[in-house]
């Protein structure tokens, strides 16, 4: 399996927002996918699930502020980040369940 492309972060201020996407080089369709991010000094994290049917699941840390998604069809995942905090900046990362090689990750910094 090769990694996947994530893409999409970047700088932005308190309150912003960003929409993430990461493309998986093989199909999606059934599987659990996540988005996870780490920050200097942290463990990775998950921050964002959806089950192959469509349900999906977050930490408080992000809930109400971050949507994933899915577009089976594109083999891409999605992450859609609102009300942005400084605490929110990582290297954020997709992955599969069960996991695939990690990719690059994307960063995103939130910073005035």
């Known amino acids: 399996q090769v990694q996947p492309v994530e893409s999409g972060g970047g700088l932005v201020q308190p309150g912003g927002s960003l929409r993430l996407s990461c493309v998986a080089s093989?199909?999606?369709?059934?599987?659990?996918m996540g988005w996870y991010r780490q920050a200097p000094g942290k463990q990775r994290e998950l921050v964002a699930r959806i089950s192959g049917g469509g349900s999906t699941n977050y930490p408080d840390s992000v809930k109400g502020r971050f949507t994933i998604s899915r577009d089976n069809a594109k083999n891409t995942l999605y992450l859609q980040m609102n009300a942005l905090k400084p605490e929110d900046t990582a290297v954020y990362y997709c992955?599969?369940?069960?996991?695939?090689?990690w990719g690059q990750g994307t960063q995103v910094t939130v910073s005035s």
């Open positions: 992955n599969r369940e069960p996991p695939f090689p």
């Open positions: 093989g199909s999606i369709r059934f599987y659990a």
